[in-house]
């Protein structure tokens, strides 16, 4: 195996779930050295390609399905943070998550729907169809959590996002 490979190969061990574009950023070769050796470490079964909500993510074989859709939505700062109160506060109802964590409604439901497919966290209605929020895989869940930090650009798209959707709800209850 070339240095450059092995190079690769240890940069997803240490972040497993990486995208493409950070993957590029953190290296000193070119995008397409990069495609290159990522395509000869897939067919070699040393790493594994997923694509998640736009972005391909790069993982290390001994991540299964579960576990890699997870490491993908753990990268944003947003879905961190509804984790982490879950984690804390389960189980707890949608609004009190938003304004706790003050962000907009529709910016938890979103990140919710992502978590709710990946089996991450559980919707459960009650006799009056109120919903409240559990984690799925709550003794999974924490210990994958600790294994990601998300990159500065997964941040600021994350707070971008925040601040346009509490600019846009604010317009709309001000009408």
Known sequence: MSDTRRQIRAQVRANAGIHFNELVRESAYAPGQIQYHVRRLIDAGELVREECYGQTHYYPPQYDEWERGALALFRRETVREIVVYLIEHEPCRPATVADDLDIARSTLEYHLDHLVERDIVDKRYDERNHVTLAL??????????????????DRLVDRFTRLVDGLLENASESR
């Open 136 to 153: 799925a895989n709550p003794e999974r869940t924490a210990p994958l959590l600790s294994e990601v930090t998300p990159t500065v650009p």
